[in-house]
T-cell receptor
Framework: SQTIHQWPATLVQPVGSPLSLECTVE??????LYWYRQAAGRGLQLLFY??????ISSEVPQNLSASRPQDRQFILSSKKLLLSDSGFYLC?????????????FGPGTRLTVT | GQQVMQIPQYQHVQEGEDFTTYCNSS?????IQWYKQRPGGHPVFLIQ?????EVKKQKRLTFQFGEAKKNSSLHITATQTTDVGTYFC??????????FGTGTRLQVFP
């Protein structure tokens, strides 16, 4: 069966510090991968998605970036965090056999920028 | 741009009462998906509806896709405290990504 991992679960970082969140998927090949951000009590904002290694689509201009160095690995990064980067970051994957596909989310990372 | 709105934003019910959330898209959708997010948790896929007018049931949950494929509803019969959470609908923008609705947060009082 497929599983999706995210770490860390929680993170407190000062303004201006770098960020690296990692997401890995097991049990599937060539998935679509997604990064979402959710502010407290709010909806899901799609940040980036990837349909293959090295292929990244950015949805929202910001100081975040994403990379997909391996088929089942998706990384979210920032060189300098802002207070507004605080939120709940969710990674998700979907299959590609028959569109459009349901998405399966990881446990998320709660980021607080202080 | 494409928008998917849900009403109500919040709903508080007494345990045993029914609950309904409505999802409305600005454009026709090829399918509609529903997700549940428990407090402090991550969204979990519940179901997908594809056909116009389709109705599906999962125990006490009834999902409906509108005839025009622009709206959907989720109805919970006799709510339980385990139903607490935020319910999101979602529709595809293209073959690779979804647009999620604004969500309805359900609180159930015992």
């Amino acid at each position: 069966s497929q599983t999706i991992h995210q770490w860390p679960a929680t993170l407190v970082q000062p303004v201006g510090s770098p960020l690296s969140l990692e997401c890995t998927v097991e049990g599937t090949s060539n998935p679509n991968l997604y990064w979402y951000r959710q502010a407290a009590g709010r909806g899901l904002q799609l940040l980036f998605y990837s349909v293959g290694i090295g292929q990244i689509s950015s949805e929202v201009p910001q100081n975040l970036s994403a990379s997909r160095p391996q088929d089942r690995q998706f990384i979210l990064s920032s060189k300098k965090l802002l207070l507004s980067d605080s939120g709940f970051y969710l990674c998700a994957w979907s299959g590609r056999a028959t569109p459009p596909y349901e998405q399966y989310f990881g446990p998320g990372t709660r980021l607080t920028v202080t | 741009g494409q928008q998917v709105m849900q009403i109500p934003q919040y709903q508080h019910v007494q345990e045993g009462e029914d609950f309904t959330t409505y999802c409305n898209s600005s454009t026709t959708l090829s399918n509609i998906q529903w997700y549940k997010q428990r407090p402090g948790g991550h969204p979990v896929f519940l179901i997908q509806l594809v056909k116009s007018g389709e109705v599906k049931k999962q125990k006490r949950l009834t999902f409906q896709f509108g005839e025009a494929k622009k709206n959907s509803s989720l109805h919970i019969t006799a709510t339980q405290t385990t139903d607490v959470g935020t319910y999101f609908c979602a529709g595809p923008i293209n073959t690779d990504k979804l647009i999620f609705g604004t969500g309805t947060r359900l609180q159930v009082f015992p």
